[in-house]
């Protein structure tokens, strides 16, 4: 079983960039995901990543805000976002899976707790 504690949410302005952390504990080479959660709306698919491969992948127009990386010394993953808008105001939360990958929450066995970004316009 793996615990995974996000950081780095908190309030930004509009523009600004912000880098959340997601650390694996009790496990290390889980393949890591970040998904969000709007405000009313359902959890969506951000970015990917295979622990062994470094291969990404990422949610529909995410690409060209959201960078995911890791160090895989530290048990981390990270999601660099830039250029943030009010619309990426969300619950941002990994998930970790051992065996693959996937698009929906459903792929994911285990979650973190979440962190809260907010963007101000």
């Known amino acids: 079983q793996v615990q995974l504690i996000e950081s780095g949410g908190g309030l930004v302005q509009a523009g600004d960039s912000l880098k959340l952390s997601c650390t694996a504990s009790?496990?290390?080479?889980?393949?890591i995901g970040w998904f969000r959660q709007p405000p009313g709306k359902e959890r969506e698919f951000v970015a990917a990543i295979i622990w062994n491969s470094g291969n990404t992948y990422y949610g529909e127009y995410m690409r060209d805000q959201f960078t995911i990386s890791k160090d895989n010394a530290k048990n981390t993953a990270y999601l660099q976002m830039i250029n943030l808008k009010p619309e990426d105001t969300a619950v941002y939360y990994c998930?970790?899976?051992?065996?693959?990958?996937?698009?929906?929450?459903?792929?994911?066995?285990?979650w973190g707790q979440g962190t809260q970004v907010t963007v101000s316009a």
């Open positions: 998930a970790g899976d051992s065996r693959g990958w996937g698009r929906r929450p459903g792929n994911w066995d285990y």
């Open positions: 009790g496990h290390s080479e889980y393949n």
